[in-house]
């Protein structure tokens, strides 16, 4: 299995510009999240989706940040506008079922700089 | 609320023995942990589920006290490649099945 993708890795954007970061989930595994790395934060949890389903969204900093996951292969995370506090490593990770039954698998993650 | 980590950060020699707590402030009911290397992406160590289980790895293992909602992760006879951060990711008893990390804590292994 190819495990989880990412994209893009790396993406420079200037303050106000909407940024898209991708992500193709392990094939079978049914759940999925999305974290945001900084060295002051540490791994925030940001949203996590079951069956496509959002369960939890409360770790979304703000209306401008919004994620979707249209089907079992492929969710987004969208900042619009993105601002210079944005720029953080952005982990997708997934597993199979719920409940502390699987180890989380992550992407190399995509590295955000915002000017 | 993240789980906080003890020590922030420890520098070992070689063969060196560490042990890296983990403390939540909610019931949990599972407690991940992981290990990230500077650049890469956390990859998954060990998970506990039981309350007083203790898991082994090699060198490494960890155990979970369920009522002090606390886990610690021991390794021992530290190798070279250990050297990097730390996380415990914990699932609380809520049902939600969010995974939350802790704070982190940094290792560096000397030769």
């Known amino acids: 299995d190819a495990g989880v993708i990412q994209s893009p890795r790396h993406e420079v954007t200037e303050m106000g510009q909407e940024v898209t970061l991708r992500c193709k989930p392990i094939s079978g595994h049914n759940s999925l999240f999305w974290y945001r790395q900084t060295m002051m934060r540490g791994l925030e949890l940001l949203i996590y989706f079951n069956n496509n389903v959002p369960i939890d969204d409360s770790g979304m900093p703000e209306d401008r940040f919004s994620a979707k996951m249209p089907n079992a292969s492929f969710s987004t995370l969208k900042i619009q506008p993105s601002e210079p506090r944005d720029s953080a490593v952005y982990f997708c990770?997934?597993?199979?079922?719920?409940?502390?039954?699987?180890?989380?698998?992550f992407g190399e993650g995509s590295r955000l700089t915002v000017l | 609320q993240q789980p906080v980590q003890s020590p922030q950060a420890v520098i070992l020699r070689e063969g060196e023995d560490a042990v890296i707590n983990c403390s939540s402030s909610?019931?949990?009911?599972?407690v991940h942990w992981y290990r990230q290397k500077h650049g890469e992406a956390p990859v998954f160590l060990m998970i506990?589920?039981?309350?007083?289980e203790q898991k082994g790895h090699e060198k490494i293992s960890a155990s979970f006290n369920e009522k002090k909602q606390q886990s610690s992760l021991y390794l021992t006879a530290s190798q070279l490649s250990y050297s990097g951060t730390y996380f415990c990711g914990t699932e609380d008893t809520s049902g939600t099945y969010k995974y939350i990390f802790g704070t982190g804590t940094r290792l560096k292994v000397l030769a």
């Open positions: 990770a997934t597993t199979y079922g719920t409940s502390g039954s699987g180890e989380l698998f």
């Open positions: 909610k019931a949990l009911y599972s």
């Open positions: 506990l589920l039981k309350g007083g």
